[in-house]
């Protein structure tokens, strides 16, 4: 069985940075994309970045990739997402998810206020 565990997230204030990690555990899936997708409050899910599983392509929601950098370390297998400038509305909920399946992290709360 697959678990999609994240940690990283807390409360920064405006103009700081916050990194994620993500840590699939389980039968291997170091084939399998990345993705990091975020839930704001009364909002929808929306898509952050992707990053294939050689971890030097990457893909990133337009309005974020000035600011948000995806990259995953091959050899455990951990994807991070490194979050500069952080504006409130940034706060949400963050999730990790494995490309091409169902699996879903449980989620880290990202809050960004002064």
């Known amino acids: 069985q697959v678990h999609v565990v994240e940690c990283g997230g807390g409360l920064a204030q405006p103009g700081g940075s916050l990194r994620l990690s993500c840590r699939p555990c389980g039968p291997s899936l170091s084939n399998d994309a990345m993705d990091w997708y975020r839930q704001a409050p009364g909002k929808e899910r929306e898509f952050v970045a992707s990053?294939?599983?050689?971890?030097?392509?990457?893909i990133y929601r337009d309005s974020l990739k000035d600011r948000f950098v995806i990259s995953r370390n091959i050899n455990n297998n951990i994807t991070y997402l490194q979050m500069n400038n952080l504006r409130p509305e940034d706060t949400g909920v963050y999730y990790c998810?494995?490309?091409?399946?169902?699996?879903w992290g449980q989620g880290t709360q990202v809050t960004v206020s002064s």
């Open positions: 990053i294939w599983s050689g971890g030097t392509s990457a």
């Open positions: 998810h494995i490309g091409d399946t169902s699996y």
